[in-house]
């Protein structure tokens, strides 16, 4: 079974981290949460875009946490992210070592109306698809796949939170479990 980090570099409710927590359980993962808050460096914000350089952040997190025994360690904060070459990032992943931040899946973002239970889907979702990069699992075409690429958040809201039969079959996950 694929040992999962959950690390906060933000306060996160913690309804957000149980609904996180049971989602990966029940698709087969071992999920663990730090207690502590992981708090990233101001300097890594750009105060000229208002977002936080989700580069720096990987690095930060793939070097601190570099040691730790677990496939996959996620790190999960409430603000808002970019990356070179794009105007922001719902998440980013390397190898081991991904990224997810939470504001751009909040309704409110887009001024529309609260909605938690449609927050945490795409919370879900989005979590799902870093986690499944960090075990080297690549974009799919499967339209409902969680690993199918999204570029706003309509395209969050269309795909499911699961993993495809061929993406579960390269992650091995059914023979590990
Ligand atoms: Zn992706
Ligand atoms: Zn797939």
Not at 2 to 14: A, E
Not at 73 to 102: C, H, P, Q
């Amino acid at each position: 079974m694929y040992r999962v980090l959950i690390v906060k570099i933000t306060s996160i409710d913690r309804s957000v981290i149980n609904e996180i927590t049971n989602h990966l359980s029940q698709l087969g993962f071992h999920v663990d949460v730090l207690s502590q808050i992981e708090h990233i460096n101001i300097s890594y914000f750009d105060w000229q875009r208002s977002q936080y350089d989700a580069e720096k952040i990987l690095e930060y997190v793939s070097s601190k946490f570099d040691k730790f025994p677990y496939d996959a360690i996620i790190a999960i904060g409430e603000i808002d992210a970019y990356a070179r070459g794009l105007n922001f990032v719902f998440g980013l992943s390397t190898k081991k070592f991904g990224t997810v931040f939470l504001v751009r899946l909040k309704n409110d973002f887009y001024k529309k109306k609260c909605n938690f239970e449609l927050f945490i889907e795409r919370v879900k979702k989005e979590v799902t698809h870093e986690l499944g990069h960090t075990l080297g699992l690549g974009h799919c075409s499967n339209p409902t796949c969680v690993m199918r690429f999204s570029n706003s958040i309509a395209e969050v809201d269309n795909k499911s939170a699961s993993f495809c039969e061929e993406c579960r079959a390269k992650l091995n996950i059914n023979n590990k479990s």
